[in-house]
């Protein structure tokens, strides 16, 4: 793959032609770019969701859940 000609510095910009491959595709993989990270949020978000619903399926309603988390037993009145 050739990005140019640089055997001779003293050239003129416009002579030496594109310095990196696929010019012109910049707006294709900036969209593709944004697509694909809003996807991930979107797959991310819907992951997080599944494992809230699961524990809150095992360890019960919010409240279980807190005494859960400040390490208080939910049996516990």
Avoid: C
């Avoid at 697509?35 to 360890?59: D, P």
């Avoid at 859940?65 to 037993?73: C, G, Q, S």
Wanted: glycine share 10%; net charge negative; hydrophobic share 45%.
């Amino acid at each position: 793959m050739s990005t140019g000609n640089f055997e001779n510095w003293a050239g003129e910009i416009s002579e030496i032609g594109a310095v990196y491959p696929f010019v012109g595709s910049e707006t294709m993989l900036a969209i593709a770019g944004v697509a694909f990270w809003l996807w991930w949020h979107w797959k991310q978000n819907k992951m997080e969701n599944e494992g809230i619903a699961e524990e809150m399926k095992k360890f019960g309603d919010k409240e279980a859940l807190m005494k859960l988390v400040n390490r208080e037993d939910p049996e516990d009145p």
